[in-house]
C-alpha cells in the first residue's frame, strides 16, 4: 500500500486530473502534474508542475524520482510513456490497457476478441477497404482510429462515396467506419478495478449529448420501467468483464449505445469519465478518490449512490454575450445557479473559454430525481 504523505504523479492537466489532484490532497497524498500547458487546471493546484511535453524523457526521470505511482487523465498519453515510467514505478493502467483504449481499431478488436457486444463497423485503412465494406453499413459514421474526442475527428457518411470523401479529409488515417444506430438512449458505467482484481462499479448514467459533446447525465439512469433494471445491470456486468479482460488497474468508463433495448459498447476511456462527475456529490465516494485506491492499493470504497443526480456540462460559448460563442467575453452570471436548491458548481480555472471547451459543470442533487431533473433542466436554460 502506498501511504500518505507519498507523492502520486499524474499525467495530463485538465479538469479530470485536477479532480483527482484534490482527492488525493484530501487523503493526505501530494501529486505531481505533467503537462505541457502552464495554465493547466490540474497543475495550478498540484504540488509541482512539470510543464513538459509527455514524451520528455528528463521530465518524466524527474516524474519517476519524485513518485511513488503514477496514473493518467487522458487516453493519448503515449503507450512509450507508460512503458517508460513503469520501469521505475507502478504505473495504472498499464500502457497495454490504455493502447486498446486510445484507439478505436484496436478497441474494436479487443471487444470482438472477447465477444463483447459492440455495433457493426469495418477497419478503414485504404480506400479499398471502403469499397469493399458491406452496403448495410451505410448511413455511417467515419472516426479517425486516434486522438477524436468530443465528436471531433468524425465524419457521417450517406454512403461510400460520402465515405471516401471523408477518408481524404482525415488525410489518410486509419479509421473505423461505424454503422449508423438508431439510439433508444446512450448510457455509461464507471467502475474502479484494483490489482487483486476487486471491482466496484458506480451506478449506470444516462447520457444526452449535444453536437457530439456530452451534456447532460442523468444518474442513476432513469430506463423505460420494461428496461429499467436489465440494461442498467447489464451494461455494469459488461463493462466489469472489459475491466477484468483488460487487467485493469484504476477508474475505467465505459460508453454504450442502446438500441432496441439491446447494448453495444461504443467506447471506453482509461481514466475518471466526464459522465462521472456526479460521484463527487451524490455518492459515498467519487471516481476520483476510487482512482487515487486503485493505484495506492488502498481497499475500494463502496460506491453507493445516496442520492439522484443529474449534472450538466458548462461549455466556453457561455461565455460569450449571446451565450452561443458570439459578442463580448464575460463571465456568467453564477449567481443564478447557486439560487438552485441541491445545485454543485464546479469550475475548472481555464484560463480562456473558447466554445465547445468543457469550462465546468454543475450537479443538482436531491431525493426525487424527477425535481432534480426539473431544477437542472431550468439551471441550465436560466444561464444559458
Ligand atoms: P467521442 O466521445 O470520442 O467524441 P464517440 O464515438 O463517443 O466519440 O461519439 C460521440 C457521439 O456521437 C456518441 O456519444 C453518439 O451520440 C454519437 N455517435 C457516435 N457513433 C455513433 C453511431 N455509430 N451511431 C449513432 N450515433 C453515434
Ligand atoms: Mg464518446
Not at 219 to 238: C, D, H, K, N
Not at 305 to 325: C, I, P, R
Not at 342 to 356: E, F, I, S, V
Amino acid at each position: 500500500m502506498i501511504l500518505p504523505p507519498a507523492t502520486l504523479g499524474m499525467l495530463g492537466g485538465g479538469q479530470l486530473g485536477r479532480f483527482f489532484v484534490s482527492a488525493a490532497h484530501e487523503m493526505g497524498y501530494k501529486v505531481w502534474v505533467l503537462d505541457p500547458d502552464p495554465h493547466s487546471p490540474a497543475g495550478l493546484i498540484a504540488d509541482r508542475h512539470l510543464v513538459a511535453a509527455y514524451d520528455d524523457y528528463g521530465a518524466l526521470d524527474a516524474l519517476a524520482a519524485g513518485c511513488a505511482a503514477v496514473t493518467t487523465e487522458f487516453e493519448n498519453v503515449p503507450a512509450d510513456t507508460l512503458d517508460y515510467l513503469g520501469k521505475f514505478i507502478p504505473v495504472h493502467p498499464a500502457a497495454s490497457a490504455v493502447a486498446v483504449c486510445q484507439n478505436r481499431i484496436a478497441e474494436k478488436t479487443f471487444l470482438a476478441d472477447h465477444g463483447l457486444p459492440h455495433g457493426p463497423c469495418a477497419v478503414i485503412r485504404g480506400e479499398d477497404d471502403i469499397r469493399s465494406a458491406p452496403a448495410a453499413l451505410f448511413p455511417a459514421v467515419l472516426k479517425v482510429a486516434r486522438f477524436g474526442y468530443d465528436g471531433k475527428g468524425q465524419a457521417r457518411v450517406a454512403d461510400a462515396e460520402e465515405a471516401l470523401a471523408a477518408f481524404q479529409h482525415f488525410k489518410g488515417e486509419p479509421c473505423v467506419l461505424e454503422k449508423m444506430l438508431a439510439l433508444d438512449c446512450e448510457v455509461s458505467v464507471v467502475l474502479a478495478r484494483d490489482e487483486t482484481g476487486a471491482v466496484r462499479s458506480f451506478p449506470a448514467g444516462d447520457n444526452r449529448h449535444r453536437n457530439g459533446i456530452l451534456d447532460v447525465t442523468i444518474a442513476p439512469a432513469q430506463l423505460a420501467a420494461s428496461e429499467a433494471g436489465g440494461v442498467a445491470t447489464e451494461a455494469q456486468r459488461i463493462a466489469e468483464r472489459i475491466a477484468e479482460r483488460l487487467g485493469y488497474v484504476g477508474t475505467l468508463g465505459v460508453e454504450f449505445f442502446v438500441c432496441a433495448g439491446e447494448l453495444f459498447v461504443n467506447e471506453m476511456a482509461p481514466r475518471p469519465h466526464n459522465s462521472g462527475h456526479h460521484t463527487l456529490d451524490a455518492c459515498d465516494v467519487s471516481q476520483y478518490e476510487q482512482q487515487v485506491r486503485a493505484l495506492c492499493g488502498l481497499p475500494l470504497a463502496a460506491p453507493r449512490q445516496h442520492s439522484a443526480a443529474v449534472m450538466v456540462n458548462l461549455l466556453g460559448e457561455l461565455w460569450y454575450a449571446d451565450g452561443k460563442g458570439h459578442g463580448a467575453y464575460r463571465e456568467p452570471d453564477w449567481s443564478v445557479l447557486h439560487a438552485v436548491p441541491g445545485l454543485r458548481l464546479h469550475l475548472y480555472g481555464k484560463h480562456h473559454a473558447r466554445p465547445g471547451r468543457k469550462m465546468g459543470h454543475f450537479t443538482v442533487v436531491g431525493d426525487d430525481p424527477g425535481t432534480v431533473l426539473e431544477r437542472a433542466l431550468g439551471a441550465r436554460a436560466a444561464i444559458g
